[in-house]
């Protein structure tokens, strides 16, 4: 009896062993730990945040900052010409720090970017605060600059909130499909990428104006509501863009063309795309952190 119980304590002993710090299964965990947020956020990232900041900080004081002069005398700055303005801003903010961020510069845009993996989810509260805060500053600094109006270019629905809501809904959807076709497809013609995205946004902005004010992004809304403390209808300038910019990024990959899917490649930016494009040349990029307009 004695015999068998010390056989079975030796087998217990000789098959139950004390966790080894350094075996692989203990040592690899912090260091799969560290390579998941290294992949997450690469070294380069907080250069993508800033760049966000300064692009909305832009598009909209220019994007509001026209609207409200427009309102506060047209005769100096017109509906049109605002309209125009506010798709100016995008097309040179697409080439200036799209080959950084990406030009966002719009949470709906974003979110539907990464519902469709081209933005990691990790990116997007940081992105989305990014670009918040740029379009808070520029709110602030417009409310200073125009007093004593109180015109900062804030949009709130001129008809019903049902027509609003569809209108931001489709001119949201429109500006990023475009986005997609030009930015993540590699059949697609990239020379003039940045001024298409810029057209969409000026002819949505035509189009919408009357009636929704024409934000397409609930940033632009946003910050001019939280400068002049006005929030009515606010909701719809989140369910609208929001809503219309997922389904956009979802319709496009429905009908993109894998059948013929070119030279691989993984682009930073539309900007980056052009000067490939202008260059004959193509690179193959890591589809990991792909991050476009």
Same mark, same amino acid.
């Given at each position: 009896?004695?015999?068998?119980?010390?056989?079975? &304590?030796?087998?217990?002993?000789?098959t139950i062993e004390a966790p080894n710090p350094t075996s692989p299964?203990?040592?690899?965990?912090?260091?799969?730990?560290?390579?998941?947020?290294?992949q997450a956020y690469p070294p380069g990232f907080p250069r993508k945040v800033f760049a966000e900041v300064i692009g909305t900080f832009l598009l909209v004081? /220019?994007?509001?900052? *026209?609207? =409200?002069?427009?309102?506060?005398?047209e005769t100096r700055v017109s509906k049109l010409g605002a309209s125009i303005a506010g798709g100016l801003i995008v097309t040179v903010m697409i080439y200036s720090i799209g080959h950084i961020s990406g030009a966002h510069m719009n949470p709906a845009v974003s979110l539907a970017?990464?519902?469709?993996?081209?933005?990691?989810?990790?990116?997007?509260?940081?992105? /989305?605060?990014?670009?918040?805060t740029?379009?808070?500053?520029? *709110?602030?600094?417009?409310?200073? &600059?125009?007093?004593?109006?109180?015109?900062?270019?804030?949009?709130?629905?001129?008809?019903?909130?049902?027509?609003?809501l569809i209108m931001e809904m489709v001119t949201t959807y429109t500006m990023v499909f475009i986005s997609m076709a030009v930015a993540t497809d590699r059949n697609a013609t990239g020379q003039l990428s940045g001024v298409a995205v810029g057209c969409s946004?000026?002819?949505?902005?035509? /189009?919408?104006?009357?009636?929704?004010?024409?934000?397409?992004?609930?940033?632009?809304? &946003?910050?001019?509501?939280?400068?002049?403390?006005?929030?009515? =209808?606010?909701?719809?300038?989140? /369910?609208?863009?929001?809503?219309g910019a997922v389904l956009a990024a979802w319709s496009y990959n429905v009908i993109r063309d894998t059948e013929h899917p070119g030279f691989p490649f993984s682009l930073s930016s539309l900007s980056f795309k052009i000067r490939?494009?202008?260059?004959?040349?193509?690179?193959?990029?890591?589809r990991g952190h792909q991050c476009l307009v």
């Open positions: 009896m004695d015999g068998t119980s010390q056989n079975t &304590l030796t087998f217990i002993t000789s299964e203990v040592s690899s965990s912090p260091r799969l730990s560290l390579s998941t947020i290294s004081f /220019v994007g509001s900052g *026209s609207a =409200g002069l427009s309102v506060i005398d970017f990464s519902a469709v993996r081209h933005l990691p989810w990790p990116q997007l509260p940081f992105y /989305v605060a990014a670009q918040l740029g379009a808070i500053s520029a *709110s602030y600094t417009l409310r200073e &600059l125009l007093e004593p109006s109180h015109e900062i270019g804030q949009t709130s629905p001129a008809g019903s909130h049902i027509q609003a946004v000026c002819i949505a902005s035509i /189009v919408a104006g009357p009636i929704s004010g024409g934000s397409m992004n609930p940033a632009r809304t &946003l910050g001019p509501a939280i400068a002049i403390s006005s929030y009515k =209808g606010l909701w719809l300038y989140f /369910v609208g863009p929001i809503t490939q494009s202008i260059s004959g040349t193509e690179k193959v990029g890591q």
